[in-house]
């Protein structure tokens, strides 16, 4: 019914910059917070950022100052501008949505992407 397709991810060096992409498709009445979380190997899963529908951020520790999300409400698009990347940034990111799939219903639903890999290496 709805799909989270993301796309940017790749290989940098330390100090680089990546941009990652995700759009939502599908059955979408509106979409509250879009975010985007990752994990690394052997690590659990954890925020990066996360953005209302009406534009307010926040973001984890370790994106702080070097990260910037940002949403395209019209296309069902969140963004994540990533610089100053560092080893420890090698990661999985996936892009979770909290969609409301109809204008009558009650609640909205979380949805995840299938992962990009991110890879910071020299």
């Known amino acids: 019914q709805v799909q989270l397709v993301e796309s940017g991810g790749g290989l940098v060096q330390p100090g680089g910059s990546l941009g990652l992409s995700c759009a939502a498709s599908?059955?979408?009445?509106?979409?509250?917070?879009m975010g985007w979380y990752r994990q690394g190997l052997g690590t659990q899963r954890e925020l990066v950022a996360r953005?209302?529908?009406?534009?307010?951020?926040n973001y984890g520790d370790s994106a702080k100052g070097r990260f910037t999300i940002s949403r395209d409400n019209a296309n069902n698009t969140v963004y994540l501008q990533m610089n100053s990347l560092k080893p420890e940034d090698t990661a999985v990111y996936y892009c979770k949505a909290d969609i409301k799939h109809y204008s009558y219903s009650q609640w909205s639903y979380t949805h995840w992407g299938q992962g990009t890999q991110v890879t910071v290496s020299s």
């Open positions: 599908g059955i979408i009445f509106s979409i509250n917070n």
């Open positions: 953005i209302t529908s009406s534009g307010f951020a």
